[in-house]
């Protein structure tokens, strides 16, 4: 201890409260970013709620600005995040965004209709004249466009793929991006955004977000960034700290292989082991446009801690396999994903080949084999379809999915299959493909409730329906069916095939429940109490959710489910007998440690959570 006099003379040569700043700089560094970028974020009436919350509840608050942001970050990860297996909660965050930040129809500028008019003329189609039906399908597409952008971005953030970002990085990077408007190539900068924009939400690159994620987590912990050590220009940017420019930046250094490199698919692949320096394997990745979210530090660990890494790289101008192509990541022992570098993170057309040997060597490569197959022919439909050859039947069939849905590797569905049906007749393509008359099939909602339809393509959103009474449905619906506010399956009849999802979440009761014989997604069962009565599909495509179900007593499950298999719900173990194969987690979070370590001992293949 120091005497009285030592302790004034530290007083005069040491400033406390200057002491005081910089140890609460120093504490929650996130949040005094969010602090700093927006000083008023602490006293908005969200923050203030949660605060209030909190006090009524009878627990400690605190007046300073990062502690009660984080107070609030708590609450937007509990609300936004870890609900990527629960459509139904995903949809309903996506909409509160749809409202908030898509564009309204009273909001598209006249300026807008009057360049389609000017358009039209240059193509040749003389004056045209925008009726009100036209505005209103302009504006359908503008804001279906905006959604499907915007939802890139949510869906992103609230899946296990970002789960190593902090939430406070994922607030600023949204919270960004819903103010920027497309990308300027000549400018090499975003627009600005505004209630009248008519442009789609920025591109969702997962390696270039990793990138800016990664650099201004460091900034705020005041780590040593390398890539800015001999680089004034990604400096300044990063003091700016402005998402847009530093997103922009990125996009710009992850630039993607010119297709004279991809057309040369000779190469090498390599392992990262489980475990091993995650460095080597990002610094591989780092300025080759992948897409890849493991060009991200953090992510890439994240991926090495879960089991081994392969990359192929194809030779690069000086003979060496520096080019990034496609990816396996494993979980374990099996396979978690595939990736390539097309869009979407797709194979591209020349390296599927490669993949397909490759996953030979591994022992689920089989579940695989599909999604490498439909590459391959979707490539050779292009091909044709660009030469301007006629489709086959065969083709056909294929590319409206009639036997099953097209598999690739991405995260999204491949755009090529929209470019390829996007000026076709579909009406008269899937009559010639299914032998059946023309007004046997819809392709809208009004048309597949008429009651004599046998075919429908697309989806049948049918969530506002709570009685199945008087309800025709279409022999096959070729998309997802919505039924979830049916309580009861009485007069329901379902399509014998349904293509997509089939959601039944809100039936308590599987009493008169006779489902379709093939599900090509996933079955939504969620609010059934109990299995009686219940026979499943044999076949279905995707997710199993019967998470309500409280005994496993009658209950016959599939011997493969494709997605995940959420039996939350069950509170023990007793006459449970499990698929064969579930290439999801499957969720038992109501039994206990014991008993789920019994079932992984004699189910050692499924990720039992």
């Known amino acids: 201890m120091g005497t009285c006099s030592e302790t004034e003379t530290l007083y005069r040569f040491f400033d406390i409260k200057a002491a005081k700043r910089f140890n609460e700089s120093m504490e929650r560094p996130g949040e005094q970013f969010l602090h700093q970028r927006d000083p008023k974020l602490h006293t908005s009436d969200f923050v203030e709620h949660e605060k209030e919350r909190k006090e009524r509840k009878g627990e400690e608050t605190s007046q300073k600005p990062a502690e009660k942001i984080a107070d609030w970050l708590e609450v937007i990860k509990k609300t936004h995040m870890g609900h990527q297996d629960d459509l139904r909660v995903l949809e309903r965050i996506k909409a509160h965004y749809h409202k908030e930040y898509v564009i309204k129809p009273e909001d598209i500028p006249e300026s807008y209709f009057n360049n389609q008019k000017r358009l039209a003329r240059e193509q040749g189609h003389g004056d045209i004249e925008i009726t009100e039906e036209v505005r209103g399908q302009l504006a359908e597409t503008i804001r279906s466009d905006q959604e499907s952008t915007l939802d890139n971005w949510i869906e992103y953030f609230s899946s296990k793929d970002s789960e190593n970002f902090p939430v406070w990085s994922k ?23 505004d209630k009248s924009t008519v442009a789609p939400f920025p591109d969702l690159n997962r390696e270039a977000l990793a990138y800016v994620v990664n650099a201004i987590v460091k900034k705020t912990s005041k780590e040593n960034i390398p890539a800015a050590t001999d680089n004034p220009e990604f400096r300044q940017l990063l003091q700016g700290s402005s998402f847009g420019k530093l997103y922009a930046y990125a996009i710009e250094k992850v630039t993607p292989a010119k297709e004279s490199e991809l057309i040369n698919a000779k190469g090498e692949w390599v392992r990262y082991s489980k475990n091993s320096d995650h460095m080597l394997l990002v610094n591989s990745l780092q300025g080759h446009g992948t897409g890849w979210c493991t060009a991200g530090e953090s992510t890439a660990k994240a991926q090495l801690q879960g089991g081994d890494f392969y990359v192929y790289y194809s030779y690069d101008k000086r003979g060496k396999p520096t080019i990034p192509r496609t990816a396996i990541r494993m979980w374990g022992s099996g396979i978690a994903e595939v990736r ?113 339809i046998v075919f429908h393509y697309g989806y049948l959103d049918l969530s506002g329906l709570t009685t199945a009474e008087g309800l025709k449905l279409p022999k096959t619906v070729r998309g997802n069916l919505y039924l979830g506010g049916l309580t009861t399956a009485e007069g329901l009849k379902l399509p014998e095939t349904v293509g997509g999802y089939l959601d039944l979440g809100g039936l308590t009761t599987a009493e008169g429940l006779k489902l379709p014989e093939t599900v090509g997604g996933g079955l939504y069962l969620s609010g059934l109490t109990s299995a009686e009565g219940l026979k499943l599909p044999e076949t279905i495509g995707d997710d199993l959710n019967l998470g309500g179900l409280t005994t496993a007593e009658g209950l016959k499950l599939p011997e493969t489910v494709s997605g995940y298999l959420d039996l939350s719900g069950l509170t023990t173990a007793e006459g449970l007998k499990l698929p064969k194969t579930v290439r999801g987690n499957l969720h038992l979070s109501g039994l206990t440690r014991t008993q789920k370590e019994g079932l992984r001992q004699k189910y050692p293949s499924l990720k039992i959570l």
Not at 174 to 182: D, E, H
Not at 375 to 387: F, N, V
Not at 410 to 418: A, L, T, V
Not at 419 to 441: Q, V, Y
């Open 171 to 193: 607030y600023w990077a949204f919270t960004s991006v819903i103010k920027l408007s497309f990308y300027d190539k000549e400018k090499h900068a975003f627009a600005k955004r």
């Open 340 to 452: 390539g570098v097309g869009p979407d993170q797709n194979l591209d057309p020349y390296i599927g080949e490669v993949v397909r040997e490759k996953l030979k060597e591994f022992p689920d490569g089989k579940a695989y084999e599909k999604k490498s197959q439909d590459m391959k022919t979707l490539t050779a439909i292009e091909a044709k379809a660009r030469g301007g050859g006629e489709l086959s039947r065969e083709d056909l069939i294929f590319l409206y999915e009639i036997k099953s849905h097209i598999q690739g590797f991405g995260y999204q569905r491949d755009p090529r299959i929209n470019e390829l049906i996007g000026g076709r007749d579909k009406r008269s393509d899937l009559a010639f493909t299914l032998g059946i008359p023309k007004e046997k099939i819809s392709v809208t909602k009004e048309e597949a409730l008429r009651g004599d």
